[in-house]
């Protein structure tokens, strides 16, 4: 079946991964900005790695057949930097609204300092100027609070609900979410997060309404197939087809197609494969066979343009 993976940081993932997950049956994915592991210490840092969300990242996904968007936002992380964080603020509407991008985020809290509280809000704000949807990041740490603060906030800053994908849920803050009417994404990543058995439980306790599966795969110990497996462990454990439909590609339509920027016509009507292109003078070859999927069409420059 067809998958999408709405939470992956494919910026810390390889080729292969992209290979595997088409194989497996992934179309597309959501690239949410986040903290990289090292703190970034200048706004040009930041500048650079936008663009190479809206860029080359959509770039190299499309050479394997994957359909690539992204989210654009201050991490929580980083948030705690503000006077980098001030000037964060600043370029966050360039990158905002440039094709690909389908929300705010991920933003919301980590250590629920006040810092982090000024600049979540201050994202929701742009958030509701630019009327786009919101990526939430619930905290690893005191969750559940958390969860139930992000949500208080988005509420007393005018976001409504449906327009929210709420992050990184488990079974203590999964009923709050869906009785408030936000989507309710949970992450595939056992170590920290959600468990692919204990993501079949939830989804046979709660059906499929508004919930999401992802799997924030990054550069930490995570796995990139998390969506495809979860869906066949679902069928394995006799979860009905709907609702691992909904859960596994249909929800994320849904909830990320409310920005106009998320449509099911691109990867069922793809532009053909042509590992001959490049992007700004780059190329995703790397000693390998150039996969064609057509012939006799000149070769392409596309440059990134960040305005």
């Known amino acids: 079946m067809k998958t999408i993976d709405p939470h992956i940081h494919m910026s810390a993932r390889t ?59 201050l991490n929580s992380k980083e948030a705690n930097n503000e006077a980098l964080a001030e000037e964060v603020m600043d ?14 985020g991920e933003i919301g809290y980590d250590e ?26 619930t905290p690893h740490r005191d969750k559940k ?28 803050t999964v009923k709050e979410t869906l009785d408030r009417g936000f989507w309710a994404a949970f992450t595939l990543y056992p170590q ?23 799997s924030s795969a990054d550069w930490g110990v995570s796995d990139p197939l998390a969506v495809p497996k979860v869906a066949n462990l679902m069928g394995q454990r006799g979860i009905d087809e709907h609702h691992i439909q909904m859960t596994c590609y249909q929800n994320a339509i849904n909830a990320y197609g409310q920005s106009g920027q998320f449509n099911e016509t691109d990867w069922l009507d793809p532009t053909p494969i042509d590992q001959r292109t490049l992007f700004e003078d780059n190329s995703v070859l790397r000693g390998q066979d150039q996969r064609v999927d057509v012939v006799d069409i000149p070769v392409l420059v596309k440059d990134a343009a960040v305005g």
């Open 15 to 73: 080729t292969d991964d992209y290979e595997a997950m088409a194989a497996a049956g992934v179309v597309a994915v959501i690239e949410p900005a986040f903290w990289l592991g090292q703190t970034r210490t200048n706004v040009g840092s930041f500048i650079d790695y936008y663009s190479s969300l809206i860029g080359w990242e959509r770039f190299r996904a499309a050479q394997f057949g994957i359909s690539h968007y992204c989210t654009i936002g």
């Open 145 to 172: 609070k958390g969860t139930t603060r992000s949500m208080d906030v988005c509420l007393e800053h005018g976001l409504p609900p449906h327009k929210v994908i709420v992050d990184h849920n488990n079974e203590e």
């Open 91 to 104: 370029i966050l509407p360039r990158f905002a609204t440039k094709e690909g991008v389908v929300a705010i």
């Open 192 to 214: 920290t997060k959600m468990g692919n058995e204990r993501m079949v439980e939830v989804v046979r306790q709660y059906g499929s309404e508004r919930i999401i599966c992802d």
């Open 112 to 137: 629920q300092s006040d810092a982090e509280d000024k600049y979540y809000r201050a994202q929701l704000e742009l958030a509701r100027e630019l009327d786009m949807l919101v990526m939430i990041h």
